[in-house]
């Protein structure tokens, strides 16, 4: 598991969905954070809201499209 360091934040992630937004979005909810996406397309963006919300870490992903 990776080091909690966001534990308690919450990351807001532009084009969360595929590609350079995916990324950090999962990262920081890798490291505990909230994650709260926006992406212009429906189906990215839940494809990454399931992956994160798999993480043992994750209590809650909001996607936002």
Request: hydrophobic share 40%.
């Amino acid at each position: 598991m990776a080091e909690q360091r966001l534990q308690g934040k919450i990351a807001v992630v532009s084009g969360g969905g595929s590609g350079i937004g995916k990324a950090p979005a999962t990262r920081f909810a890798e490291q505990g954070a909230k994650v709260v996406m926006l992406d212009r397309t429906p189906k990215h963006a839940e494809e990454t809201k399931a992956a994160i919300e798999q993480m043992p870490s994750q209590d809650g992903v909001f996607s936002v499209l």
